[in-house]
């Protein structure tokens, strides 16, 4: 179980950063834009809140994993 969550972490940080120059470039630009038209400050924090909600919904999708069932593999005899 903790290996579990440890790679649920570290998978959620892996893509949470591969973002990073996108979240700094969105994130500079909406704080300019803030100073000439104030909703942009709120457009730029739920576009931040929502990519991190979506970061975190694929990581447990990638993570989630049934139980694996031990299974006995069984090759065919020659006739």
């Given at each position: 179980m903790k290996?579990?969550?440890?790679?649920?972490?570290?998978?959620f940080l892996l893509s949470f950063?591969?973002?990073?120059r996108?979240?700094?470039i969105l994130g500079a630009a909406l704080?300019?834009?803030s100073f000439l038209f104030h909703p942009l400050?709120?457009?730029?924090?739920?576009a931040l809140v929502?990519?991190?909600?979506?970061?975190?919904g694929i990581t447990v999708q990638v993570t989630m994993v049934g139980p694996v069932f031990k299974?006995?593999?069984t090759f065919?005899?020659?006739p």
């Open positions: 290996n579990r969550m440890r790679s649920a972490l570290a998978c950063f591969a973002y990073f996108y979240l700094l704080i300019i834009g400050l709120y457009a730029g924090i739920l929502l990519d991190v909600i979506f970061s975190i299974q006995d593999f065919q005899k020659d």
